[in-house]
């Protein structure tokens, strides 16, 4: 289980030469996320989404507030909890000039994975994410779906327990989406406990168990998907958001 208690991030803008001013990225921010479960953080770009994430992975330092994993925090059991979490971000970067194949080996041997079961797991995530028909190839020869398919194998390669996922979908193509989308609720059924943030909100409603929505900083409803449906009287997602925040005037 991952655990966010009050959460804020307070970052300095520099607005002038003469004038910084204070505001929060993320203002207050609790919830909890069980495994087996996936839970989605929605909100439009801009809404908090990746800093929130970001602090729930350890890479950035709340100003207030405390995350845990299954009762272990960074301060002390950094590297345990490192060590079974998979985090992927948007806009990351992976090596062109090596094979998808070396680079899933290279990050078993990082993640100290058991040499003689190395060959079997990369078999075994290139099956579930369909790369066996480029595995052997550069990373700089391959299409962006195929690429973005590669860096959430080269996260998953470990058999974390703890997957957050920013975006992974973002810009790719209708079938490289899907087998995406269905290896993640495949390790949802395995158990995993999934902390998945998007701004598509048909696709969070297809796979999502709980909804977290988020809007400048804030979460301004959660539930189920249906649960978030039934109480906006509406039938999408979309149309639960904009009536949450008052429709889109109050967001100019």
């Known amino acids: 289980m991952i655990e966010v208690k009050n959460v804020q991030k307070k970052f300095k803008k520099q607005i002038s030469k ?23 953080i929605l909100g439009p770009n801009g809404a908090g989404k ?11 330092v709340p100003t207030e507030g405390s995350i845990s994993y299954d009762n272990l925090n960074f301060k002390n059991n950094e590297i345990e909890i490192k060590k079974n979490l998979a985090y992927l971000s948007g806009n990351t970067k992976i090596y062109e000039s090596i094979s998808a194949y ?7 041997e990082y993640y100290d994975y058991p040499g003689e079961k190395i060959e079997g797991r990369i078999k075994e995530i290139a099956k579930s994410l369909e790369l066996e028909s480029f595995l052997h190839n550069k990373i700089a020869n391959l299409s962006t779906g195929q690429t973005q398919r590669v860096n959430i194998a080269r996260c998953l390669i470990h058999d974390p327990k703890y997957y957050i996922l920013d975006e992974s979908t973002s810009g790719l193509d209708i079938i490289s989406s899907q087998i995406i989308l ?20 048909e696709e969070a409603e297809n796979i999502c168990d709980y909804v977290i929505m988020i809007n400048k900083g804030t979460i301004i409803k959660e539930g189920t998907p249906k649960e978030i449906k039934d ?5 999408n997602l979309r149309d639960a958001f904009f009536k949450l925040i008052g429709g889109l ?3 100019k």
């Open 18 to 40: 003469k004038e910084e001013i204070e505001f929060y990225a993320v203002n207050d921010i609790s919830f909890k996320a069980d495994s087996g479960k996936i839970i989605g």
């Open 231 to 235: 109480f906006t009287k509406t039938t």
């Open 249 to 251: 005037k109050n967001e």
């Open 182 to 201: 269905d290896f993640i609720k495949n390790e949802r059924d395995k158990g995993k406990t999934i902390l998945y943030s998007t701004h598509y909100m």
């Open 102 to 108: 070396e680079l899933l080996k290279m990050c078993c």
């Open 50 to 60: 990746t800093t929130l994430l970001r602090m729930t992975a350890g890479i950035m």
